[in-house]
């Protein structure tokens, strides 16, 4: 049982290449989130999901797009890298919103030049 | 707009020392949560606080919710250097149950 993973830990881009983050979970659960952490400004949520399917915006949404195509991945994708844009994603899944606890994946770490 | 405060948001503290950490928040809520970080690494959860009153011990730290007051206290008890980390406070609101809210984090440094 893996829990949350997350695919790559580390990467570099420069400004204006694209990537996709993966997130993956084995709990079978429903809900999923993308957040970034910057310092001093605890966690943002990017967008979330609360279903197969489903995808809704969270507080920073802005540069993002997502997709969960399958109820046990969800996908951040950065279609055009900036700067601002540099951070640590984590992604955390649930089994029901938020009258369950989050279990988060470890972490990557994105840096645009 | 729905805010999650923590004071304090540095706290160096030295072994052997009590102290208490506050998370505030401006929506009604019955469920909060507590979340540990250390340096680099993933958010590993603490505590769930399920109802108004709410207590919950582990070890060295002790949670309390009171959503009379919105407010939930994270205390420590002769604090070890283990407990050095960020602790955040999570606040599920009544109104969109379909996500939790996080506070800024209160980094904690325990010293000899």
């Known amino acids: 049982n893996a829990g949350v993973t997350q695919t790559p830990k580390f990467r570099v881009l420069k400004t204006g290449q694209s990537m996709t983050l993966l997130c993956a979970q084995d709990?079978?659960?429903?809900?999923m989130y993308w957040y970034r952490q910057d310092p001093g400004m605890g966690l943002r949520l990017i967008h979330y999901?609360?279903?197969?399917?489903?995808?809704a915006k969270g507080e920073v949404p802005d540069g993002y797009n997502v997709s969960r195509l399958k109820k046990q991945n969800f996908l951040l994708g950065l279609e055009s890298a900036a700067p601002s844009q540099t951070s640590v994603y984590f992604c955390?899944?649930?089994?029901?919103?938020?009258?369950?606890?989050?279990?988060f994946g470890p972490g990557t770490r994105l840096t645009v030049t | 707009e729905l805010k999650v405060e923590q004071n304090p948001l540095f706290l160096s503290m030295q072994e052997g020392k009590n102290y208490t950490i506050y998370c505030n928040y401006s929506?009604?809520?019955?469920?909060l949560y507590w979340y540990r970080q250390d340096p680099g690494k993933s958010l590993e959860s603490l505590f769930v606080?399920?109802?108004?009153?709410a207590v919950k011990q582990e070890g060295r730290l002790m949670a309390s919710l009171d959503t009379k007051a919105r407010l939930s206290t994270l205390h420590i008890t002769a604090a070890v250097h283990d407990l050095s980390a960020t602790y955040f406070c999570?606040?599920?609101?009544?109104?969109?149950?379909?996500?939790?809210?996080f506070g800024t984090g209160t980094r904690l440094q325990v010293f000899p």
């Open positions: 955390a899944s649930s089994y029901g919103g938020s009258s369950y606890e989050q279990y």
């Open positions: 709990m079978n659960h429903e809900y």
């Open positions: 999901s609360v279903g197969e399917g489903t995808t």
């Open positions: 929506t009604t809520s019955d469920r």
């Open positions: 606080l399920l109802s108004n009153g």
């Open positions: 999570a606040v599920a609101p009544r109104r969109n149950t379909d996500k939790l809210i």
